[in-house]
């Protein structure tokens, strides 16, 4: 290596170095709230949603790069009467499948993975062929369900099945597929366990190792992970899940090993730096994250709603929002991205009941659309 070549990586580096520093101190700023500043009117939205609707858990709601409102309500362990803290982790479910589709639309922005590659292509016995990696984003693969699949054949309940112990046992008792490929929308959680499965192929890596170099760190998140319990006997989170009652908490099980679909835990702050960070081009180039947003399924209800690569959409006129809701062993999740009013909202609850539905008065108070089915009659005209 000559001199030349020497100065040239030391310049690219600094540069590096530079960006990397310049977004840090973004992240810290946009982060800083005084909590006698905050939004008196979501304050009182958010305490009458915990004293009636039994909201647990943690919010965050951000406009143009503030922070408007943030705090906690509850218990992150009922039966120990730990107080949730700002930072503490929970479950996002399905909230995470936005997430694996970044992983994927990362992996297309550096050439080493296309959309219209099939399943076949790295995995040549998978048994459901013409199966599309476009297909699995957008839920159009038709294959079944492992959740239910594995329920019946895994014989120890306590030890979490890996992704690619996943991919083997429907390779080898292909399950009856729901539908043909690309043949119509049907969200199902083995389409973003296949995709994180199709990641580690493809990499050479652990999928939560993958995630945490590629989207997480980039994004300053730094209080999130894939945690699997296939790695862990106990997954290391203090936010323990409560299933619609307090004395009844979630014990994980094998189901809480497969990833991708699920499993990633995260904070509010940590989900409001990805919304800052995707709109900075850190993640992936904002042309590939802004594809994710396009409707990919024919309306869902023949209204307003539907699904693009990852993302659940609304799309109301000159107002699109992407957003993901979550719902496994005693978590709940809600993350919303209002793309043109740069207004983000986040709900983290550990109590499984319904009141990430009572939600209407929040989103009227932003002037944002009523994110709840039913709202709407098919024209998309709000229903009184």
Same mark, same amino acid.
């Given at each position: 290596?000559?001199?030349?070549?020497?100065?040239?990586?030391?310049? *690219?580096?600094?540069?590096?170095?530079?960006?990397?520093?310049?977004?840090?101190?973004?992240?810290?700023?946009?982060?800083?709230?005084?909590?006698?500043?905050?939004?008196?009117?979501?304050?009182?939205?958010?305490?009458?949603?915990?004293?009636?609707?039994?909201?647990?858990?943690?919010?965050?709601?951000?406009?143009?790069?503030?922070? !408007? @409102?943030?705090?906690?309500?509850?218990?992150?362990?009922?039966?120990? /009467?730990?107080?949730?803290?700002?930072?503490?982790?929970?479950?996002?479910?399905? *909230?995470?499948?936005?997430?694996? *589709?970044?992983?994927?639309? =990362?992996?297309?922005?550096?050439?080493?993975?296309?959309?219209?590659?099939?399943?076949?292509?790295? @995995?040549?016995?998978? +048994? @459901?062929?013409?199966?599309?990696?476009?297909?699995?984003?957008?839920?159009?693969?038709?294959? +079944?369900?492992?959740?239910?699949?594995?329920?019946?054949?895994?014989?120890?309940? =306590?030890?979490?099945?890996?992704?690619?112990?996943?991919? /083997?046992?429907?390779?080898?008792?292909?399950?009856?597929?729901?539908?043909?490929?690309?043949?119509?929308?049907?969200?199902?959680?083995?389409?973003?366990?296949?995709?994180?499965?199709?990641?580690?192929?493809?990499?050479?890596?652990?999928?939560?190792?993958?995630?945490?170099?590629?989207?997480?760190?980039?994004?300053?998140?730094?209080?999130?992970?894939?945690?699997?319990?296939?790695?862990?006997?106990?997954?290391?989170?203090?936010?323990?899940?409560?299933? =619609?009652?307090?004395?009844?908490?979630?014990?994980?099980?094998?189901?809480?090993?497969?990833?991708?679909?699920?499993?990633?835990?995260?904070?509010?702050?940590?989900?409001?730096?990805?919304?800052?960070? !995707?709109?900075?081009?850190?993640?992936?180039?904002?042309? &590939? *994250?802004?594809?994710?947003?396009?409707?990919?399924?024919?309306?869902?209800?023949?209204?307003?709603?539907?699904?693009?690569?990852?993302?659940?959409?609304?799309?109301?006129?000159?107002? +699109?929002?992407?957003?993901?809701?979550?719902?496994?062993?005693?978590?709940?999740?809600?993350?919303?991205?209002?793309?043109?009013?740069?207004?983000?909202?986040? &709900?983290?609850?550990?109590?499984?009941?319904?009141?990430?539905?009572? &939600?209407?008065?929040?989103?009227?108070?932003?002037?944002?659309?009523? &994110?709840?089915?039913?709202?709407?009659?098919?024209?998309?005209?709000?229903?009184?």
């Amino acid at each position: 290596m000559n001199i030349l070549t020497v100065i040239a990586c030391s310049n *690219a580096e600094k540069k590096q170095q530079k960006v990397v520093q310049k977004a840090i101190n973004r992240d810290s700023l946009a982060l800083i709230y005084n909590v006698d500043e905050g939004d008196s009117v979501i304050h009182e939205i958010m305490l009458r949603l915990h004293e009636r609707s039994g909201f647990n858990g943690n919010v965050l709601v951000a406009k143009k790069g503030k922070i !408007l @409102y943030q705090n906690t309500f509850g218990w992150a362990d009922y039966l120990m /009467r730990d107080s949730l803290k700002i930072d503490s982790r929970f479950e996002l479910a399905s *909230a995470s499948k936005p997430f694996t *589709a970044m992983g994927i639309m =990362k992996l297309v922005e550096k050439g080493k993975l296309r959309l219209d590659q099939t399943v076949n292509d790295f @995995y040549p016995e998978f +048994p @459901y062929p013409e199966v599309t990696i476009r297909q699995l984003l957008s839920h159009r693969s038709g294959l +079944p369900d492992y959740i239910y699949f594995l329920d019946g054949i895994w014989e120890d309940k =306590k030890v979490g099945v890996t992704n690619q112990e996943a991919m /083997r046992l429907l390779i080898e008792h292909k399950p009856m597929r729901y539908g043909v490929p690309d043949g119509k929308h049907f969200y199902n959680n083995t389409n973003f366990m296949v995709l994180a499965s199709i990641i580690e192929k493809v990499t050479e890596q652990d999928f939560a190792v993958y995630m945490q170099d590629e989207i997480f760190q980039p994004a300053g998140m730094k209080n999130t992970a894939f945690l699997s319990k296939s790695v862990y006997d106990k997954i290391p989170t203090d936010v323990i899940g409560h299933d =619609k009652i307090w004395r009844r908490s979630v014990v994980q099980n094998f189901l809480d090993g497969p990833l991708g679909d699920k499993g990633m835990y995260s904070t509010v702050q940590d989900l409001y730096l990805f919304d800052i960070a !995707l709109r900075d081009g850190r993640v992936v180039n904002p042309a &590939l *994250a802004d594809s994710t947003y396009v409707e990919r399924t024919g309306k869902l209800d023949r209204s307003l709603f539907g699904y693009g690569y990852g993302w659940r959409l609304f799309e109301y006129p000159d107002n +699109p929002i992407v957003y993901h809701t979550g719902w496994w062993h005693g978590f709940k999740s809600l993350y919303v991205r209002d793309l043109n009013n740069e207004i983000t909202i986040v &709900l983290l609850t550990n109590m499984a009941n319904n009141s990430l539905n009572n &939600l209407d008065k929040l989103y009227e108070y932003l002037e944002m659309p009523v &994110l709840r089915k039913g709202v709407y009659n098919s024209n998309g005209q709000r229903i009184k």
